[in-house]
């Protein structure tokens, strides 16, 4: 069983705080991802990163940068937090399923609160 | 300019009928729809998936239907059971950017007993 763990479930944070959502993933896969979940809004991508030092923006990255030092290990960084980033974060990370689908397999998220 | 849309927010259906859950695309290089099942406190977890070069995919008690014309998959659930009780997301992705999933806004489907 694919296991990708959020190690903070739940933060609050003050603005303009330095934010690190970290995530780790235990069955070797290449891609790992990083997603926001808004009410109304679904999931929207923030960054991506599909080897070890190398990442893509997504459709949201503005105010985020990632690292990925360890193929296992992605981190979400928060520079300066704002209200606006106050949401549910979910990191996944993904294999080439059957007849070559990308399925993501989730961690259970990290709520932020940003005051 | 959301590309996935899941018009309707929520649904509610009574144990032992039939869910269905509709979500529209707007492109059309789209090759793969996947859906997602999402419960309180938990990432979602994968349910299905149907390549474009299918109209219809079937594992259990999920199917799900495309119609590549209409630019319309729909998730069908028989028999419903509470256990369904979820939001669900439909996603989907293009041959030339697989590794990047478009998600739309999700259903809370409630399964009354």
């Known amino acids: 069983d694919v296991k990708v763990t959020q190690s903070s479930r739940y933060l609050v944070k003050r603005t303009g705080e330095k934010v690190f959502l970290e995530c780790v993933q235990d069955?070797?896969?290449?891609?790992m991802f990083w997603y926001r979940q808004d009410p109304g809004l679904g999931l929207r991508l923030i960054y991506f990163s599909y080897d070890v030092k190398m990442k893509e923006k997504g459709d949201i990255p503005e105010g985020y940068s990632v690292s990925r030092e360890k193929k296992e290990r992605f981190s979400l960084i928060l520079e300066s937090a704002s209200t606006n980033q106050t949401s549910m974060y979910l990191c996944a990370s993904s294999f080439i399923g059957q007849g070559g689908a990308n399925v993501l397999t989730f961690g259970a998220g990290s709520r932020l609160t940003v005051l | 300019d959301q590309q996935v849309k899941q018009n309707s927010p929520s649904l509610s259906v009574q144990e032992g009928r039939i869910s269905i859950l509709n979500c529209d695309y707007t492109?059309?290089?789209?090759?793969?729809f996947l859906w997602y099942k999402k419960y309180p406190a938990e990432g979602p977890t994968f349910l299905i998936s149907?390549?474009?070069?299918?109209d219809k995919n079937e594992d259990g008690r999920f199917t799900v239907f495309l119609n590549k014309s209409a630019k319309h998959l729909s998730l069908h659930i028989v028999p419903s059971q509470p256990g369904d009780s979820a939001v669900y997301f439909c996603?989907?992705?293009?041959?030339?950017?697989?590794?990047?999933?478009?998600f739309g806004s999700g259903t809370r489907l409630l399964v009354r007993p």
């Open positions: 492109n059309s290089m789209f090759d793969y």
């Open positions: 149907i390549s474009s070069i299918k």
């Open positions: 996603a989907a992705s293009k041959v030339d950017s697989s590794y990047k999933l478009i």
């Open positions: 069955m070797d896969h290449e891609n």
